[in-house]
């Protein structure tokens, strides 16, 4: 298959101790699985569509405005969304309010989010800026697997402590959510990357490489911007 990259592994109770593996682009899957040419639909992790029920209770400018509409008309359409490629990048500068445009797009697609920050005060703020316009679940996502119970509207983290179920909206520091297994990654439909340039790192980038969901949203005001240049692509 052009493009994809081909291997062996071992599994456990196979009769010669290997299996062949192909590695495929994400957008293919959906069609291979379909017509059964990959493995058969009960041993593959398939990225869930979770939805949710979310308000956006805020106003967007008219610069705002423009944006979240394009991106919707033109990236998050729903023929994107079942092809594996609905992506974005938001490239806007600091206090031109990327974060209001990610919480109305989490509204308009109702999918269960990941949103990762970089560091602990920049969940708290995105918790703050959210929980102020979106009427959902919003938590913070800590690295036990564990949330604080968020008051959606006052801008309350809360105290870590376990809770029923993932949120509708869970905020995570990166060096967090590049521990979650696969299972994790499953309960979320839709991840945003915050400061999405700080990623390309060699270490940061495996959460892009493990985000297994329908939709990404990278958000960043200096792209192209690293001395080391590994955020260029």
Same mark, same amino acid.
């Given at each position: 298959?052009?493009?994809?990259?081909?291997?062996?592994?071992?599994?456990?109770?196979?009769?010669?101790?290997?299996?062949?593996?192909?590695?495929?682009?994400?957008?293919?899957?959906?069609?291979?699985? !379909?017509?059964?040419?990959?493995?058969?639909?009960?041993? @593959?992790?398939?990225?869930?569509?979770?939805? @949710?029920?979310?308000?956006?209770?805020?106003?967007?400018?008219?610069?705002?405005?423009?944006?979240?509409?394009?991106?919707?008309?033109?990236?998050?359409?729903?023929?994107?969304?079942?092809?594996?490629?609905?992506?974005?990048?938001?490239?806007?500068?600091?206090?031109?309010?990327?974060?209001?445009?990610?919480?109305?797009?989490? =509204?308009?697609?109702?999918?269960?989010?990941?949103?990762?920050?970089?560091?602990?005060?920049?969940?708290?703020?995105?918790?703050?800026?959210?929980?102020?316009?979106?009427?959902?679940?919003?938590?913070?996502?800590?690295?036990?697997?564990?949330?604080?119970?968020?008051?959606?509207?006052?801008?309350?983290?809360?105290?870590?402590?376990?809770?029923?179920?993932?949120?509708?909206? =869970?905020? @995570? @520091?990166?060096?967090?959510?590049?521990?979650?297994?696969?299972?994790?990654?499953?309960?979320?439909?839709?991840?945003?990357?915050?400061?999405? !340039?700080?990623?390309?790192?060699?270490?940061?980038?495996?959460?892009?490489?493990?985000?297994?969901?329908?939709?990404?949203?990278?958000?960043?005001?200096?792209?192209?911007?690293?001395?080391?240049?590994?955020?260029?692509?």
């Amino acid at each position: 298959l052009p493009g994809a990259a081909t291997g062996t592994v071992g599994l456990p109770g196979a009769a010669t101790g290997t299996a062949v593996y192909v590695c495929v682009p994400r957008c293919w899957l959906w069609s291979l699985v !379909h017509v059964q040419r990959l493995l058969p639909p009960p041993r @593959i992790l398939w990225p869930a569509q979770n939805r @949710i029920r979310a308000v956006f209770r805020g106003e967007l400018d008219e610069n705002q405005q423009i944006v979240f509409d394009w991106l919707m008309r033109e990236r998050f359409t729903p023929a994107a969304i079942r092809a594996g490629v609905a992506a974005a990048l938001l490239n806007m500068q600091a206090g031109l309010g990327k974060t209001f445009v990610a919480a109305a797009l989490i =509204a308009a697609l109702g999918l269960r989010t990941l949103y990762v920050v970089l560091r602990d005060n920049l969940r708290v703020q995105a918790i703050d800026d959210m929980q102020s316009v979106l009427d959902c679940r919003i938590e913070p996502w800590t690295a036990a697997g564990a949330v604080g119970a968020g008051v959606v509207g006052t801008g309350a983290v809360g105290s870590p402590g376990p809770a029923p179920g993932p949120a509708d909206v =869970a905020v @995570i @520091i990166v060096n967090s959510a590049t521990t979650l297994t696969a299972e994790q990654m499953r309960d979320y439909s839709f991840v945003i990357y915050d400061e999405v !340039h700080a990623f390309a790192s060699p270490g940061r980038r495996a959460i892009l490489r493990s985000t297994m969901t329908w939709v990404n949203l990278g958000m960043s005001a200096t792209t192209n911007e690293r001395a080391d240049a590994l955020d260029a692509d």
